[in-house]
C-alpha cells in the first residue's frame, strides 16, 4: 500500500514538473520531454521508491487467514515469518 501511494504521488509531482518545462520553457524542454525520457525517470522512481519501502517486508510479519468452515473454528492463521534466524 505505502509503495503504490508514494508511487503516485510522486508521479503527480514529475507530472507537474513536466507542466513546468511546457509552460515556462517551452522551447528548450522540447529536447528533453519525450517518451523515452518520460519512461526512465518513472522507471528511477519506482526503483527508488520499492527500494525505499523494502524494510518493510523485513519488519512487518505477514499472516494469511484461512476460513473453516468447522463450527468449533472460525479462522485459522499461519504465520509467515521473514527473519533472517
Same mark, same amino acid.
Given at each position: 500500500m505505502h509503495v503504490t501511494a508514494? =508511487?503516485?504521488? !510522486?508521479t503527480l509531482v514529475l507530472m507537474s514538473l513536466d507542466?513546468? @518545462?511546457a509552460v515556462v520553457h517551452p522551447i528548450t524542454s522540447m529536447t528533453i520531454r519525450n517518451v523515452r525520457n518520460t519512461s526512465i525517470v518513472l522507471a528511477v =522512481?519506482? @526503483?527508488i521508491i520499492v527500494? =525505499? %519501502? =523494502?524494510p518493510m517486508l523485513l519488519e512487518f510479519q505477514v499472516y494469511q487467514f $484461512? $476460513? $473453516?468452515t468447522s463450527p468449533k473454528v472460525l479462522v485459522k492463521?499461519?504465520? !509467515? %515469518?521473514?527473519?533472517a534466524d
Open positions: 508514494h =508511487a503516485s504521488v !510522486y507542466r513546468y @518545462l =522512481a519506482w @526503483l527500494v =525505499a %519501502n =523494502a $484461512i $476460513i $473453516i492463521m499461519r504465520r !509467515y %515469518n521473514f527473519d
